[in-house]
């Protein structure tokens, strides 16, 4: 890339983090002592605030980066992420977003708490809750590394070393000194931004090919490389029994994954009410399924207009086939409309990425804290005496997530981002999902059942990913070199869910404690109408 593009990007990026930073220290200035406020917002955002929010929080790198770099790869098979990210909304909609509202306080583990003996409980869930994050964090930060890679002119190792550092400190920023009201209003910030630049890089590739989809279609069929198969199922997905079953996991992880994210989930926390929260998802909903018919005109647009093969040479994974678009759209390399438009897309990914990994941070810090952490050491009956300390632990658990993820963020750099998201929905589906609809809907269901489902779907997910070809075994591997992938499929969904159910299933059977039925009766009644909900 040009001076330019680095000059006017690197001032747009820099205008978007002294806002971010500026609402920081205003939030700051408010009480943040309480883990009410912390955690929650003290609970003041409206449905329409909250459904931004949320869609903010979700529409994240792997959805503006990845998933147009695989439709413009892989055209058809692409789609599946569209597909599968959008109808997930589905499942939180009608299944959970009420239910857990009115349950749950502060964090996932909250609701199957609230039936069961809390401390194995809140021990595994958090377990699995910062798994999860740290995974969807990863992908967070490589879209960062490829992102500046792209600005710099595919700049050196170094160069992404550095971004990806220095999203994760501005990370841990936002969380330790803003909570959850400044994440809020980053995410409310960056959805706005980012639908306003799909918006506009869509109308831009619908007025070159003059309004016409079949032209933009067959344009991007003839220079991908690969003809009309390029708009026919099977192109990643079709190469054999191994490719075809790992579409069927990758689906069922993405359909059945959104609904156990710990930092989707923790957003309903932050209205007054269930019904709210039912309101922030329709919201949110028609926010995400906007962008990501959006999306689906980039991909192939970036296909029509760069071809494969470009964009395959700027990134093997994709992920800079957004910003390539831009460019060209604005008028080519060097010109001043595409300066303007790289940088500005540039800045709105960047802006992205700060928002979604401050989100997930959140959730991640909130579930050391307040399950980890107060489940080890909080004496009994002592809850609201510990609540600073709880707050105080939260924003170092911060900083140590924060730098997890950066270390692995540096192994996985050459990951499709909406890849390496996959990954992190197909744990989730794995180690939340059972337990949290075990505990909503079976009567029967015990805290064994609810330690069992946890772990049953967790620890074989991610045993199954280390030792799957993400790992080794392959060119594109995190270690090329050595060779111990066992494991045929990518992700690991198709076998690590039936787990989780069958482990919850399987304990329950098997508990010599039965579970307590006034518990129960009081959960189902707080769940369905909201008495007694905090």
Known sequence: MTGDHQTLALVLFSAFIAVTLAITTWVSRRRQGSAEEFYAGGRLFSPMENGFAIAGDYMSAASFLGIAGLIALFGYDGLLYVVGFLVAWLVVLLLVAELVRNCGRFTLADVLAARMRERPVRIAVGTASVTVSVLYLVAQMVGAGSLVALLLGGGGA??????????????????????????????????VLLLGGAVALTVLVVLRFHGDPNALLTTAAEHSGHGRDFLAPGLKYGGGWTARLDFISLGLALVL?????????????????????????????????GFYLMTIV??????????SGAVRASSASGNTAVPLLALDLGGGSGSTGGTVLFAVVAAVAFATILAVVAGITLASSASVAHDLYASLRRPRGRERGTERGEVAV?????????????GLALLARDLNVAFLVGLAFAVAASANLPALLYALFWRRFTTRGAVWSVYGGLIPAVTLVALSPVVSGSPDSLFPGPDFAVFPLDNPGVVSIPLGFLMGWLGTVLSPVGTDAARYAETEVRSLTGAGAV
């Open 158 to 191: 170094q160069a992404r070393t550095w971004m990806v550092i220095g999203v994760g400190a501005l990370m841990v920023v936002y969380v330790a000194f803003g909570g959850m009201r400044a994440t809020t209003w980053i995410q409310i910030v960056k959805a």
């Open 394 to 406: 939260a924003r170092i658990a911060a900083v140590a997530v924060g730098a997890t993820a950066i």
């Open 298 to 307: 980039l991909g192939f647009g970036a296909a029509a207009v760069l071809g």
């Open 257 to 289: 994954g959104t609904a156990g994210l710990p930092h989707i989930l923790s957003r309903f926390y932050t209205v007054p009410t269930a019904r709210a929260a039912r309101r922030s998802t329709v919201w949110a909903i028609a926010l995400i399924g």
